[in-house]
Structures are given as C-alpha cells and as structure tokens.
Nanobody, 114 residues
C-alpha cells in the first residue's frame, strides 16, 4: 500500500500563492494522480488531475490559477496555486484519479483570508 503525505499548506492573503506537495512512499508512475479538496460542510471534490503521460485537467473553479505537475523519479505530485481566493480555503489531499487506490493522507490545510 502506498502512503501519501501532503504538505505546503498555510495561511495566505487573497491573491497570494502556495505550492503544495504530495510525497508517496513508493513509485506512482503507473497511476493517474489528482488533487482534491474538502471545505467545511462540503463534499470532497477533485480540483486537478494529471495522467501518466502528463496530460492535465482542471476544475473550472481553478482553471488558469492552479497547475498540477508530477515528478515520477521523486514519487511526488505538486500543485502550484496562484491568485488564491477565499473560496479556495479547504483541506487539500492527493490520491489517484477514480477509482481511488490509496488510503487518504492527512491532507494539508489551506486558508485564504485577509
């Protein structure tokens, strides 16, 4: 089983940037990977995914502001988040694209507030 550890969250002002990282305990090169987020009182939603070949796709709410990338040699997936908005506040998680293959990590909290 692969363990996932997310990091890089924090408190940022609107318009600011953060870079999230997801470190896997072993190779994930054969999996499409995604970032998800869950805001208080809401369901977890996928915000971005990247295929094994590097093709990316984004939720409309983050398109043009977020960039997902992967480094198969380092077993990592990253999410660069720019022009952050208060509605981006959530706990962010990484995992495979559906169907979910790995146990969820603890996530990393992102809070966008002035």
């Amino acid at each position: 089983q692969v363990q996932l550890v997310e990091s890089g969250g924090g408190l940022v002002q609107p318009g600011g940037s953060l870079r999230l990282s997801c470190a896997a305990s072993r190779s994930i090169f054969s999996y499409g990977m995604a970032w998800y987020r869950q805001a208080p009182g809401k369901q977890r939603e996928q915000v971005a995914h990247i295929t094994t070949g590097g093709t990316t796709n984004y939720a409309d709410s983050v398109k043009g502001r977020f960039t997902i990338s992967r480094d198969n040699a380092k077993y990592t997936v990253s999410l660069q988040m720019n022009s952050l908005k208060p509605e981006d506040t959530a706990v962010y998680y990484c995992n495979t694209v559906f169907p979910i293959r790995f146990t969820w990590g603890q996530g990393t909290q992102v809070t966008v507030s002035s």
